[in-house]
């Protein structure tokens, strides 16, 4: 079936068969790097490593992954999303397959800065759904994309905890192997070359600048919480971060081609979103890392459940995102995406601040539901932030723009543990496990911790709510307005 959309012709059913790949990536990426955090420990005693060591498992995935963004996202665009996407799908199978044959722990570090390749496939496939996908579809298909990202998550945590306890933590990584090969086949198979090509030369400075930007500032954060944030190691790596940052801003500027084509990614609404996403995500990540402690800690800190419980019991928070996300995206083209982002943002931030005065005195079943209602504002907010985005850059910048969104979604994703761990570290009480031997003591938050972490996500979002009343907005009254290399088109949605 063919519709016609803003003068360009798009086929249906193979929108609908492109949609069931793009969907169920997010559940595959979720379900690989949700079941490690529970294998962590394991790890570490089997490489007989620290837990500081143990910790690069993920910043190197993390720090490989932020660079990679960027750089396929602009290869996209000259290349084709596509070829690009499968190029990084394929880098993220080949890390999946070998990290559960790593024979040393340097092994495992190379292994998953391979896969770390492979986070690329995000801002590739948003892309690809803006560019063919019908105006009138993307929403609903953002907000597919965005929910499954929640079901994963619920999915991988307590099947990670099963697998490790029972099998080992190298078939966490076996158990995903075939679920990859088959979506790097599906992929390969179902999708469409983009339609729109932009091509140029590769800015290798940029990306050299941009690592030596990105690197030490990532590093710097995820030490600082052990080393101290006035340590000479944190600051030296600050201040390497913020001197590469200012050079790739200048270089940026003056080149041909740049990496990061500043004049579109600083525009109002990409600014906006880009600012929001981070931020987000930094409210995100103190809150998940506060509910993780609150759920698994013995009574009377938490409700002392295991990983595999308390991956469970975030059950309901997935299906609400599940049911929200199609409807919001459905709705979004006549309400418009900024009363939702507001609305989400607000929601959110309520929740939050509900949460800081009585966390520690809900029952459990209404601290599901409680988060269950945070997280239902969240997506509501980051579906729309996301729509606002595509549909305010150029298709044949769309690569670069997604890419470079990630980028600061990842910097948001660093910054929120760092900070919660801080702050844990700042109220804790000495906790005596029992049966542990008598000078074994562990550090518990208390309330005051749970106050800071929670109230501090509650003014994010509130921040977020009146940052986003400065988006022009991109739809309403049943038509999406979107930008061309021409100037901006309107699509009239049926």
Same mark, same amino acid.
Do not use: C
């Given at each position: 079936m063919q519709v016609v959309e803003k003068g360009e012709t798009y086929d249906l059913s193979y929108a609908k068969k492109a949609m069931f790949v793009v969907v169920l990536l997010p559940l595959l990426i979720m379900y690989t790097e949700a079941m490690l955090t529970p294998a962590l420990p394991t790890i570490q005693k089997e490489f007989t490593i620290n837990p500081n060591d143990v910790s690069w498992v993920l910043t190197i995935y993390l720090l490989v992954g932020t660079v990679s963004v960027a750089l396929f996202g602009k290869l996209g665009d000259m290349y084709g999303k596509k070829r690009m996407f499968l190029v990084a799908l394929g880098f993220y199978t080949a890390g999946v397959i070998?990290?559960?044959?790593?024979?040393?722990?340097?092994?495992?570090?190379?292994? /998953?800065?391979?896969?770390? &390749?492979?986070?690329?496939?995000?801002?590739?496939?948003?892309?690809?759904?803006?560019?063919?996908?019908?105006?009138?579809?993307?929403?609903?298909?953002?907000?597919?994309?965005?929910?499954? &990202?929640?079901?994963?998550?619920?999915?991988? #945590?307590? #099947?990670?905890?099963?697998?490790?306890?029972?099998?080992?933590?190298?078939?966490?990584?076996?158990?995903?192997?075939? &679920?990859?090969?088959?979506?790097f086949?599906?992929?390969?198979?179902?999708?469409?070359?983009? /339609?729109?090509?932009?091509?140029?030369?590769?800015?290798?400075?940029?990306?050299?600048?941009?690592?030596?930007?990105?690197?030490?500032?990532?590093?710097?954060?995820? /030490?600082?919480?052990?080393?101290?944030?006035?340590?000479?190691?944190?600051?030296? #790596? &600050?201040?390497?971060?913020?001197?590469?940052?200012?050079?790739?801003?200048?270089?940026?500027?003056?080149?041909?081609?740049?990496?990061?084509?500043?004049?579109?990614?600083?525009? /109002?609404?990409?600014?906006?979103?880009?600012?929001?996403?981070?931020?987000?995500?930094?409210?995100?990540?103190?809150?998940?890392?506060?509910?993780?402690?609150?759920?698994?800690?013995?009574?009377?800190?938490?409700?002392?459940?295991?990983?595999?419980?308390?991956?469970?019991?975030?059950?309901?928070?997935?299906?609400?995102?599940?049911?929200?996300?199609?409807?919001?995206?459905?709705?979004?083209?006549?309400?418009?995406?900024?009363?939702?982002?507001?609305?989400?943002?607000?929601t959110a931030s309520a929740g939050l601040a509900f949460m800081s005065k009585y966390a520690t005195t809900l029952s459990l079943g209404q601290f599901v539901g409680m988060i269950s209602l945070i997280g239902a504002g969240i997506t509501l907010m980051n579906i729309s932030l996301i729509n606002v985005l595509v549909f305010s850059v150029p298709p044949r910048m769309m690569g670069v723009a997604t890419g470079s969104n990630s980028l600061f979604r990842n910097f948001g994703s660093t910054w929120g543990p760092a900070i919660a761990g801080t702050v844990m570290s700042t109220y804790y009480v000495l906790f005596h496990p029992p049966r542990a031997p008598a000078f074994v003591q562990i550090r518990i938050p208390t309330e005051e911790a749970y106050r800071v972490l929670f109230g501090g996500a509650a003014g994010v979002y509130l921040f977020l709510a009146l940052l986003v009343l400065g988006v022009r907005e991109v739809m309403k009254g049943g038509k999406i307005h979107e930008v061309e290399d021409g100037g901006e088109k309107e699509v009239v949605v049926e």
């Open positions: 070998l990290n559960g044959f790593a024979p040393s722990f340097q092994w495992l570090l190379v292994t /998953r800065a391979i896969q770390g &390749f492979g986070m690329a496939i995000f801002p590739l496939a948003f892309s690809l759904v803006r560019e063919e996908f019908p105006p009138s579809m993307v929403p609903q298909v953002q907000g597919m994309i965005s929910a499954m &990202f929640g079901v994963g998550m619920v999915i991988a #945590l307590p #099947l990670g905890a099963y697998v490790t306890q029972n099998y080992g933590w190298r078939w966490t990584y076996h158990s995903a192997a075939p &679920f990859a090969v088959l979506m086949f599906l992929a390969w198979m179902i999708l469409r070359e983009s /339609r729109y090509i932009n091509p140029g030369k590769i800015d290798w400075v940029g990306v050299l600048l941009l690592t030596v930007a990105v690197v030490p500032l990532l590093v710097g954060v995820t /030490r600082a919480p052990n080393v101290g944030w006035t340590a000479r190691e944190t600051l030296t #790596l &600050f201040g390497v971060g913020i001197i590469g940052t200012v050079l790739l801003a200048l270089w940026e500027r003056r080149v041909e081609n740049p990496l990061l084509p500043l004049k579109i990614i600083s525009s /109002r609404n990409p600014a906006i979103v880009n600012l929001g996403i981070m931020f987000a995500a930094f409210g995100i990540s103190m809150m998940s890392q506060a509910n993780t402690y609150i759920l698994q800690l013995p009574a009377p800190y938490g409700f002392g459940k295991t990983i595999l419980q308390s991956g469970l019991l975030m059950t309901p928070m997935a299906l609400t995102m599940l049911v929200i996300a199609p409807i919001a995206g459905k709705l979004m083209p006549k309400t418009g995406a900024k009363p939702i982002a507001v609305t989400g943002a607000l």
